[in-house]
Protein backbone atom coordinates (compact mmCIF):
# COMPACT_ATOMS: atom_id res chain seq x y z
CA UNK A 1 0.00 0.00 0.00
CA UNK A 2 1.25 3.72 -0.26
CA UNK A 3 1.77 6.29 2.01
CA UNK A 4 -2.49 7.71 1.74
CA UNK A 5 -3.59 4.57 2.21
CA UNK A 6 -1.17 3.81 5.21
CA UNK A 7 -2.09 6.49 6.83
CA UNK A 8 -6.08 5.90 6.48
CA UNK A 9 -5.04 2.58 8.07
CA UNK A 10 -3.40 3.80 11.17
CA UNK A 11 -6.61 6.91 11.31
CA UNK A 12 -8.95 3.61 11.10
CA UNK A 13 -7.29 1.67 13.90
CA UNK A 14 -6.88 4.38 16.49
CA UNK A 15 -10.95 5.31 15.60
CA UNK A 16 -12.41 2.13 15.80
CA UNK A 17 -10.16 1.37 18.81
CA UNK A 18 -11.66 4.28 20.70
CA UNK A 19 -8.38 3.69 23.29
CA UNK A 20 -4.53 4.63 22.88
CA UNK A 21 -2.77 2.25 21.23
CA UNK A 22 1.07 1.79 20.92
CA UNK A 23 3.01 1.27 17.66
CA UNK A 24 3.73 -2.09 18.65
CA UNK A 25 0.11 -2.21 18.97
CA UNK A 26 -0.75 -0.73 15.96
CA UNK A 27 1.78 -2.53 14.01
CA UNK A 28 0.99 -6.41 14.80
CA UNK A 29 -2.56 -5.27 14.10
CA UNK A 30 -1.76 -3.68 10.71
CA UNK A 31 0.87 -5.60 9.15
CA UNK A 32 3.00 -2.60 9.21
CA UNK A 33 6.67 -3.75 10.19
CA UNK A 34 8.76 -0.66 10.38
CA UNK A 35 7.98 1.32 13.69
CA UNK A 36 10.03 4.56 12.51
CA UNK A 37 7.59 4.38 9.62
CA UNK A 38 4.39 3.65 11.79
CA UNK A 39 5.47 6.79 14.12
CA UNK A 40 5.80 8.95 11.32
CA UNK A 41 2.18 7.88 9.53
CA UNK A 42 0.83 9.21 13.21
CA UNK A 43 2.77 12.43 13.65
CA UNK A 44 1.69 13.14 9.52
CA UNK A 45 -2.09 12.55 10.91
CA UNK A 46 -1.76 14.60 13.93
CA UNK A 47 -0.50 17.57 11.95
CA UNK A 48 -3.09 17.29 9.60
CA UNK A 49 -5.82 17.20 12.21
CA UNK A 50 -3.84 20.17 13.55
CA UNK A 51 -3.60 22.48 10.55
CA UNK A 52 -7.15 21.44 9.71
CA UNK A 53 -8.00 23.08 12.92
CA UNK A 54 -10.21 20.03 13.90
CA UNK A 55 -12.04 18.81 17.09
CA UNK A 56 -10.50 15.91 16.64
CA UNK A 57 -6.53 15.49 17.37
CA UNK A 58 -4.16 12.98 17.63
CA UNK A 59 -2.33 13.03 20.82
CA UNK A 60 0.65 11.04 22.52
CA UNK A 61 -0.50 9.41 26.29
CA UNK A 62 1.04 7.29 28.30
CA UNK A 63 4.53 7.18 27.16
CA UNK A 64 4.30 5.78 24.20
CA UNK A 65 0.59 5.41 23.23
CA UNK A 66 -0.95 7.54 21.02
CA UNK A 67 -5.33 8.41 21.04
CA UNK A 68 -7.77 9.83 18.56
CA UNK A 69 -9.85 12.05 20.39
CA UNK A 70 -12.09 15.34 20.63
CA UNK A 71 -9.73 18.43 21.60
CA UNK A 72 -10.44 19.29 25.38
CA UNK A 73 -12.49 22.50 24.10
CA UNK A 74 -14.61 20.42 22.17
CA UNK A 75 -15.59 17.35 24.56
CA UNK A 76 -16.30 19.76 27.57
CA UNK A 77 -19.15 20.81 25.27
CA UNK A 78 -20.05 17.22 24.31
CA UNK A 79 -19.63 15.03 27.33
CA UNK A 80 -23.16 13.82 27.83
CA UNK A 81 -23.42 12.15 24.81
CA UNK A 82 -20.36 10.06 25.24
CA UNK A 83 -20.97 6.60 25.83
CA UNK A 84 -19.86 5.68 29.42
CA UNK A 85 -18.90 2.63 31.30
CA UNK A 86 -21.90 1.20 33.07
CA UNK A 87 -21.61 2.28 36.38
CA UNK A 88 -24.97 3.12 38.69
CA UNK A 89 -24.72 7.06 39.93
CA UNK A 90 -23.37 5.85 43.54
CA UNK A 91 -20.49 4.44 42.10
CA UNK A 92 -19.58 6.88 40.01
CA UNK A 93 -20.03 9.37 43.52
CA UNK A 94 -17.47 6.87 44.87
CA UNK A 95 -15.20 7.31 41.48
CA UNK A 96 -14.99 10.87 41.35
CA UNK A 97 -13.88 11.24 45.44
CA UNK A 98 -11.39 8.22 44.73
CA UNK A 99 -10.17 10.80 41.93
CA UNK A 100 -10.07 13.66 43.93
CA UNK A 101 -9.09 12.40 47.13
CA UNK A 102 -6.58 9.80 45.68
CA UNK A 103 -4.28 8.35 47.08
CA UNK A 104 -6.97 8.09 49.51
CA UNK A 105 -7.91 5.31 51.98
CA UNK A 106 -10.69 3.09 52.02
CA UNK A 107 -11.45 3.84 55.57
CA UNK A 108 -11.88 7.63 54.38
CA UNK A 109 -13.90 7.00 51.52
CA UNK A 110 -16.22 4.29 53.29
CA UNK A 111 -16.77 7.15 56.54
CA UNK A 112 -17.92 9.41 53.50
CA UNK A 113 -20.41 7.71 51.51
CA UNK A 114 -21.24 4.93 53.51
CA UNK A 115 -20.85 0.92 53.69
CA UNK A 116 -22.57 0.62 50.57
CA UNK A 117 -19.13 1.97 48.80
CA UNK A 118 -17.55 -1.83 49.86
CA UNK A 119 -19.40 -3.16 47.00
CA UNK A 120 -18.60 0.04 44.53
CA UNK A 121 -15.10 0.03 45.28
CA UNK A 122 -14.99 -4.08 44.51
CA UNK A 123 -16.81 -3.04 41.28
CA UNK A 124 -14.47 -0.43 40.11
CA UNK A 125 -11.48 -2.56 40.75
CA UNK A 126 -13.07 -5.39 38.93
CA UNK A 127 -13.21 -2.89 36.02
CA UNK A 128 -9.78 -1.96 36.43
CA UNK A 129 -10.94 2.36 36.73
CA UNK A 130 -9.24 2.26 40.44
CA UNK A 131 -6.30 0.34 42.33
CA UNK A 132 -6.32 -0.44 45.92
CA UNK A 133 -3.44 -1.71 47.70
CA UNK A 134 -3.33 -2.75 51.02
CA UNK A 135 -2.13 -0.39 53.26
CA UNK A 136 -1.81 -0.46 57.57
CA UNK A 137 -5.31 -1.89 58.76
CA UNK A 138 -7.42 -0.53 55.14
CA UNK A 139 -6.49 -0.32 51.47
CA UNK A 140 -5.09 2.56 49.74
CA UNK A 141 -7.10 4.10 46.83
CA UNK A 142 -6.59 5.72 43.20
CA UNK A 143 -7.38 5.75 39.57
CA UNK A 144 -5.64 3.58 37.37
CA UNK A 145 -3.95 4.07 33.58
CA UNK A 146 -7.18 2.57 32.28
CA UNK A 147 -9.04 5.35 34.41
CA UNK A 148 -7.01 8.19 32.58
CA UNK A 149 -7.68 6.09 29.05
CA UNK A 150 -11.26 6.22 29.98
CA UNK A 151 -11.87 9.48 30.75
CA UNK A 152 -9.39 11.38 28.49
CA UNK A 153 -6.85 12.29 30.92
CA UNK A 154 -3.10 12.44 28.95
CA UNK A 155 -1.90 9.82 31.97
CA UNK A 156 -2.56 8.90 35.33
CA UNK A 157 -1.06 12.30 36.82
CA UNK A 158 -3.12 12.63 40.47
CA UNK A 159 -2.46 15.97 40.24
CA UNK A 160 -4.26 16.84 36.63
CA UNK A 161 -7.09 14.26 37.72
CA UNK A 162 -7.48 16.06 40.88
CA UNK A 163 -7.49 19.27 39.48
CA UNK A 164 -10.19 18.34 37.20
CA UNK A 165 -11.98 16.47 39.35
CA UNK A 166 -12.25 19.69 41.72
CA UNK A 167 -14.71 21.24 39.83
CA UNK A 168 -17.18 18.34 39.72
CA UNK A 169 -16.81 17.63 43.75
CA UNK A 170 -17.23 21.14 44.44
CA UNK A 171 -20.21 21.78 42.64
CA UNK A 172 -21.82 18.40 43.32
CA UNK A 173 -21.19 16.85 46.59
CA UNK A 174 -20.97 20.13 48.47
CA UNK A 175 -22.09 18.62 51.63
CA UNK A 176 -19.06 15.86 51.15
CA UNK A 177 -16.77 18.61 50.78
CA UNK A 178 -17.76 19.99 53.98
CA UNK A 179 -17.76 16.77 55.73
CA UNK A 180 -14.00 16.37 54.25
CA UNK A 181 -12.99 19.95 56.06
CA UNK A 182 -14.30 19.40 58.75
CA UNK A 183 -12.29 15.98 59.05
CA UNK A 184 -9.22 17.43 58.25
CA UNK A 185 -9.81 19.59 60.79
CA UNK A 186 -10.68 17.12 63.58
CA UNK A 187 -7.62 15.45 62.90
CA UNK A 188 -5.49 18.17 63.38
CA UNK A 189 -7.15 18.68 66.51
CA UNK A 190 -9.10 21.98 65.93
CA UNK A 191 -12.95 21.84 67.00
Known sequence: MGLIEDKALVEAA?????????????SKALGIKS?????????LL?????????????VRVLGDKYVLQLKQDYSQRV???MPRPDLR???LKTLALIAYLQPVEQSKIIKLRGSQAYEH????????L????????TKLLGTTPKFAELYGFPENDPIIIKESFKKVIHAEYADLI??????????????
Do not use: N, Q
Open 79 to 81: VHL
Open 121 to 128: IKHLVSMG
Open 130 to 137: IYAEPHER
Open 14 to 26: LFVAGRPLSVKEL
Open 46 to 58: AAEYAERKSAIEI
Open 35 to 43: LDYLEKLIE
Open 89 to 91: TGE
Open 178 to 191: EKIERDKLGEKGIE
